[in-house]
């Protein structure tokens, strides 16, 4: 068993292997033995991490260590409003991060209840139902249609057996096992190992007996769950930006408040008094609220994100998937809808097209562009009844219940359509209702007498009708075994011999519908003049009459392409990844435009004889993967992080957790997701429409946008305070502010405004773009240039509004208080004058001013609120203020305005200058011909 896989080996071979009996089972004592040495057969969570110390763990952040020393300070300072607002940040966003790693670590438990809860096991040579962690490696099971399998298991019979493996492989439609070994001396993908069965995968039909091989943590599922246990979630760039933010505003704030002090008392200020000075810059430099508005602006962002149908679990993740460069998508309910789906029927010689979508029986059969006619057309006619009366499946209609309760009560009651039953029979089944043939409006006229049900080695399933006292027989199966049946085909409404060259026609057009990705079934009948119940399968289903050949895919959906094509405008890859078949892979790339010229695919066999080197040079060039394992979906996103990408990964299966759970996003589906794909993500689509995740994009780029805005806004002020103060003590002057006045306009004009930003609306080329570097700078793109030039003008025009009022009379202490005033008075209007340059990359002059409502009324705010700190006389000895004139006035509106004037000035001749440029290029002469 070391040298063989469980696949490759006999029944026997497997029996003999895990020492056990295939009829008598285990013995108990046996058992309790193997109890010993395997464990239960459960999911192991892993060590876990306390709440205490989860909530605890929220609080190391460096920015969070800052915020710590800067509610001191103010505490100090007796700024206890300000103290207060501090702490109040801190633990709010330690609050927020403590939910969303304590709801994270629930994606093992969400793992554990696709376990089987019971099995029916054979020990001691009787058959008793037990709990299922009390399974051992040996233990002979007995699986029914219903039943979750409830260990790894190896078939040693089946009967008709089939399994739902979509959630663990990728595999659109249950898969038909067999207990015969596999003659293969290589690695076989999960979804190919046909004799296996997985723990958590569902049995749709059939029965089987099975030995146990694997329990616990050793099946597959329990894989999964060690990669989940132990794959780090990613940190976005906003955390890292904002920690490298922190570092720097700390070292710089810092160092030039001792300069401040120092050239203060140098130039014979008061030690205190400078001291005071000094710490009051220093919470200024700081911008304390940058969490709490970050925060905001990501929770007004995913508010707007639930109403486009996109559900955020983590606040940073819309944010993260602004920049993505790459989506991982699965394909199976993801990219297609899920629901198998004819789309195309051969008969009498030519291919025609069904039309409409999902399980809806809504559409026609287009021959030669032309509806059908279901009454004239006997061929289409009889497949249709083969269709329907061959089947097993049930098309049900049920009221969608969230539709149902937005109707009026007038309205019509609007419905859902689901099958139950193989979705393969399904796809028939509704296809026949599209032309109104149902199995209810065949019932009076044929009545089912037998039936040979499909299984693996047939290939085949035959039912026995009674129709107006004759007997027919109606047979669909894969189309290479049923024609061997056929002796004659219905062509052009008459039953003809079926030749050799009919016969090369039919499988022509098999091979060309396969190539198509095609699920293909062939269709036949045959009149029974007489039947009893000993007659074979063999006698009745020979000298059968071919009918058509039935095509079924499970169907890309229908706004999936023009999402591609918005996200290759916007510089994003999209890739597939699948457990799906790779023909069936790319015929799908295929139609949603995934694969461009010289895209490549690989499967999964490739893709484990690859090394991560040869992986990583490859990987920019491959646009789908298809019969991958959960091991090679986490590969395939490690390689491409360490290409430097920015990976969302979007999945519905519990075969996309670990994946979901490494990339630096994580996207589950809302309706079609397994609970453990969801809880290991940070966004689930409401609607299961992979187009959302374009919503999702463009909310996060202007998200990221908006932060950069507040930043700049924020900074650029923060950096005119200090200018103004420093520059006042290196050339000797007094004080320009106080520290009261300083906090006043870090709390009130650097704050409201800056929310404001924080909600702006996004510039109209914000999807034309490609996604920015996930190693950019938060300065990058000149904002560092913008935060210094602006916050120096800003500086600059504060102390010199300043002198100009103090020189008037130097020695006096009401002048002293009135140019402070004044001072005060035009560092907040320069803010709240640059605040609306901040909306534009450009210049204050490219956008409407008055777009952003809620900026507007924050800058209204905020002025009232000075007016009231200089004209109020309860307030003017608390801020050391004094009224201003008219005169005073037009001074603080002149140098509050220069700053705006100059910037918007330089943008317009940059961009003049540029025009100018470009027209002249076009217009040059060219050196060559």
Known sequence: MDHMKEYQMSANEVLNAQKTHPVDGLTKDETEKRQEVHGFNELSEGERVSPITLFLNQF??????????????????????????????IVINGVLGFIQEFRAERSLRALKELSAYTAKVVRDGSVEQIPAYTLVPGDIVLLESGDRVPADVRFLETNSLYIEESALTGESVPVNKHS?????????????????????????????????VRTGMATEMGKIADLIQNTDTMETPLQHRLEQLGKILIIVALGLTVMVVVAGIMHGQPVYGMFLAGVSLAVAAIPEGLPAIVTIALALGVQRMIKRKAIVRKLPSVETLGCASVICSDKTGTLTQNKMTVTHLWMDGELSEVTGEGYEPQGHV???????????????????????????????????????????????????????????????????????ITADSLQGLYKRVAEFPFDSERKRMSVLVEHQGGRLVYTKGAPDVLLGQCSYALWDGKVVPFTPTLKNKVLAANEEMARSALRVLGLAFRELKTYDRSQSEEDVEAGLIFVGLAGMIDPPRREVRDAIATCRRAGIKTVMITGDHQTTAEAIAGQLGMLPRGGLTLNGQQLSAMSDDQLDKRVDDIYVYARVSPEHKLRIVKALQRKGHVVAMTGDGVNDAPAIKAADIGIAMGITGTDVSKEASSLVLNDDNF??????????????????????????????????MFIAMMVGLPLPLIPIQILWVNLVTDGLPAMALGVDQAEKDLMQHKPRSAKENIFARRLGWKIISRGALIGVCTLAAFWLVLRENPDDKAQLVLAQTVAFATLVMAQLIHVFDCRSSRSIFHRNPFQNKLLVLSVISSVLLLLGVVYIEQLQPIFKTVPLHLKEWIIVFIFAGIPTFLMGLGSVMSTSKKKKDKSMNMNAKPMFR
């Open 60 to 89: 190391k952040d460096f920015m969070v260590l800052v915020l710590m020393g800067a509610t001191l300070i103010s505490g100090l300072l007796g700024e206890y409003l300000d103290a207060i607002t501090i702490i109040a940040i």
């Open 180 to 212: 015969e070994a596999l003659a293969s001396p290589g690695e076989v993908p999960l979804g190919d190992q046909k004799n296996c069965g997985f723990m958590g995968t569902m049995v749709t039909r059939g029965t089987a007996r099975a030995v146990v």
């Open 366 to 436: 287009m021959k030669n562009g032309k509806k059908a006619d279901v009454q004239h057309d006997q061929t289409l006619r009889r497949l249709l009844q083969i269709a329907v009366l061959c089947n097993n499946a049930v098309l049900t209609e049920t009221a969608a219940e969230e539709k149902k309760k937005k109707r009026s009560k007038d309205s019509q009651p609007e419905t859902a359509w689901e099958i139950k039953g193989d979705p393969t029979e399904g796809a028939l089944v509704v296809l026949g209702a599209k032309q109104g």
């Open 691 to 724: 187009a959302t995740i374009v919503a999702a994009i463009e909310e996060g780029r202007g998200i990221y946008e908006n932060i950069r805005k507040f930043i700049r806004y924020l900074l650029a002020s923060n950096v005119g305070e200090i200018l103004t």
